[in-house]
């Protein structure tokens, strides 16, 4: 597994944006696919956007796609989501989650390492 430490998040109005940053302490960064999923209050975690080993696929839930931008720097060992045109539906404790498999995939349980999360909430 490897150690992921988000950080960005914040108390926004709606049509601002956030750039959350996910930095991993795993020495083989550059060998996982990373993924950003988020919990609302009462809701389950759900998936935002997700990208691969080598960059060159990703994938987004389709509320987010035309806003959301998930980006890496394997140099730098870290994952980036650029949100813009925040929504209210948008609030929530956004996670970073790391797997093993070259499959870029879309489900909680695809992925076996995971952030502690960082609360994002966007006010009307």
Same mark, same amino acid.
């Given at each position: 597994?490897?150690?992921? /430490?988000?950080?960005? @998040?914040?108390?926004? %109005? *709606?049509?601002?944006?956030? $750039?959350?940053?996910?930095? !991993?302490?795993?020495?083989?960064?550059? /060998?996982?696919?990373? @993924?950003?999923?988020? %919990? *609302?209050?009462?809701?389950? $975690?759900?998936?935002?956007? !997700?990208?691969?080993?080598?960059?060159?696929?990703?994938?987004?839930?389709?509320?987010?796609?035309?806003?959301?931008?998930?980006?890496?720097?394997?140099?730098?060992?870290?994952?980036?989501?650029?949100?813009?045109?925040?929504?209210?539906?948008?609030?929530?404790?956004?996670?970073?989650?790391?797997?093993?498999?070259?499959?870029?995939?879309?489900?909680?349980?695809?992925?076996?390492?995971?952030?502690?999360?960082?609360?994002?909430?966007?006010?009307?």
């Amino acid at each position: 597994q490897v150690q992921l /430490v988000e950080s960005g @998040g914040g108390l926004v %109005q *709606a049509g601002n944006s956030l $750039r959350l940053t996910c930095v !991993a302490s795993a020495r083989t960064f550059s /060998v996982y696919t990373l @993924g950003w999923f988020r %919990q *609302a209050p009462g809701k389950e $975690r759900e998936f935002v956007a !997700a990208i691969s080993w080598n960059d060159d696929m990703t994938r987004y839930t389709d509320s987010v796609k035309d806003r959301f931008t998930i980006s890496r720097d394997n140099a730098k060992n870290a994952v980036y989501l650029q949100t813009n045109d925040l929504k209210p539906d948008d609030t929530a404790v956004y996670y970073c989650a790391a797997s093993r498999s070259m499959y870029v995939g879309v489900g909680v349980r695809e992925y076996d390492s995971w952030g502690q999360g960082t609360q994002v909430t966007v006010s009307s």
